[in-house]
């Protein structure tokens, strides 16, 4: 029996009333499901070369937590404006004196901090009185920039002489951060040795798509950046191209289904490790660019995905320049061209078996930009023995049967104690080098001129115990006990301290600092005070820190108090009598009793400057 | 669709997107990679596990409203349909929509939502708008 036409007439309305909309919805769906699929232009390459740079803040869209873990980075506080929060110094009326010189740091209109350098003696003259206008750095220590024209017209921006050092929450001359001598008392040329033209060198590595805008003609700047510090788009590339890409809804709907990613924008976690590791390398690895000019006026020309090897070349030990004699970066590195500068990590990289010419090893296996801790950006649950696991398995390394396993050190020393030793000097630290070696102190035998990885933590022992305590592990023997040449006297860091070139001292400060060196710590302080007395400021820092350091981790109320003397470490006076303190209350150094050896030791040095090439 | 069947699936439907919370849970619980660590599934799981419920307590209300307000037999049974397809067309629209993602939105099964959500909307303006004696089994 059929219902009546009344019936059926009804239940058309109510099914077009109940399921038409939906049913709308649903076919408008479909068809803009199919249109974005078979749609080209939503799916092929983009031309990124002509994308332009978006900033962050759009980035938080729709990727909020990307954005957040990179709003914790100090990528992000790499420059800023000189306002607020980004300000870490007091400016409150601090005085720094060095070489001559007074810098007074206070606030002036809007609180704006100002820098007034002046000099001490004599007639009084003003050397620089500035409104800071950017900060630069926000980690170890902040940099100031401030607007000054030295012939590069009103755009010109410079880095000033004194910087606020983040854990010693004081100030310092930018002179100790660079390996020179500290320069002749008086001497307006030494004091601003390191005032910088950000326009032209801060900018490239410290902020997103940077423009110095050199006009050549006339030697002036129209300088611009996409945005200050490193934002998303230095890693990913400029982001045009992706919003307009992403605006429709759909697209983004169906991105899952792609299978090559997104090509809009560079993903460097989906990049070979070669072009990974070129992303970190245009700032981590100091470079030579193909075309000088074109940089200064327009940029690096670097798009992230692309070979960075397209727009420069890295500077490795051999490299040269036209119109220079020699290799004039040899001093930047190890005798076997190991970097033993920060910002040649990519170098570092590059000459290490495990990238296997781009294929291996790159920067994300270790690092991650998008993870919880901005200190190192270490992956979640880092470990090396991880990271180097993967390929390492512990079937195909020596010795990993033996007690304490491969290295024989148990849980005290990961693979990074011994492959990665701390043999990089960067921002007035000691720092792993990036290029995993095998730690061969054998082959160092009777040279000055490289660490090695044993003796940088076994800081009381010279290397030849290293060579003899690694060739008895080979052949299963036990732990080597020191020889004749234990002690201070024959120490592979107390020579470097001595006798060493700035990054060695530096180098070995620091080795004699760190809290897992297998020596008394009160020893290991007498050692450190020698490096007060040193020529290089950046020496003394290292000094200065390490004894700071381990006066805190023991207690030591007296060694900090003696620490404590206000300009000492500036003035050459009053640091003889720091010396002095410390020296009662720690007793001598490693050479006091051996005289001669010091002497040796201090005619060998080699006090060459080495120019970090910012 | 009878008027005791649709009650009978609101009331499963309630309780199979209730049920669902559970396992939210144990897999926050437990730290379940896939649904933790992904911020659009987890969302989007959310989502589909309260506006399912939701969706199905709505289908209660509605079996009640229309034996209450007497809405006409023509109607009844095609609201009946409609608005448990689209309680499920939610919840699931929204489930799917988080299994299967991009990396920064939902996957395309999402769109069953706005067809879902329509689909309620429509039932519901219908009991609200008819009455009785409507349609032709008054005549």
Known sequence: MGASPGASEEGRRASAWLFGPALLWASCSAVGVLTTILDDAAWSAVDRTRSTAVGSARCATCHPDEHESWRRSYHRTMTQRAEGAAVLAPFAGEHLDALGFRATMTRGAHDQPHVRIERIEGPAAVVLDVDVELTVGSHRYQQYVARIDRGGGPNELWRLPVAWHVELERWIHINGAFLTPEGEWGEEADYLRHLARWNDNCIFCHNTEPVPGLELASGRFDTRVAELGIGCEACHGPASAHLERHAWPLRRLLAGLGTAGDQSVAHPGRLSAGLHADVCGRCHGNRIAADLGAVLEHGDGFLPGQPLSEVSRPILREATLAGQPGRPFEARFWPDGTPRLSAYEYQALLLSPCHEDGEGLDCGDCHTMHGPEPVMQLRPNYTAARACGRCHGPASLSDADAPGGHGRHGEAVGCEGCHLPRTTYGLLEGMASHRPTRPRPQDLRARDDQPDACTQCHVDRSRDWAAAALAAWAVGGAPLEPGEDHGPAGSRVVLDLHGGDPIQRALAAHALAQPEAPVAAEERMAWLVDALDDDYPAVRWFAFRGLRRLAAERAEPDVMQALEVSGAMEDPGLRALMIDRLREILGPGPLAQRPEQRRALHERRDDQAIWIGE | ?139
């Open chain 2, 1 to 139: 669709m009878t008027a005791d069947r649709h009650l009978r699936l609101a009331l499963a439907t309630t309780l199979l997107f209730l049920a669902m919370g559970l396992g939210l849970e144990a897999m926050l619980g437990l730290r379940a990679q896939g649904a933790v660590d992904d911020g659009v599934r987890r969302e989007l799981w959310r989502l589909g596990h309260a506006h399912g419920a939701l969706g199905g307590l709505l289908n209660v209300a509605l079996a009640y409203a229309m034996e209450r307000l007497r809405t006409p037999a023509a109607w009844a049974r095609r609201i009946r349909l409609a608005a448990l397809l689209g309680a499920l067309a939610v919840g699931l629209g929204f489930v799917g929509g988080g299994l299967w993602h991009g990396p920064t939105d939902p996957g395309p099964l999402v769109l069953a939502v706005p067809a879902g959500a329509l689909m309620l909307l429509s039932s519901l303006g219908a009991i609200v708008l008819l009455r009785a004696g409507d349609g032709p089994a008054a005549s």
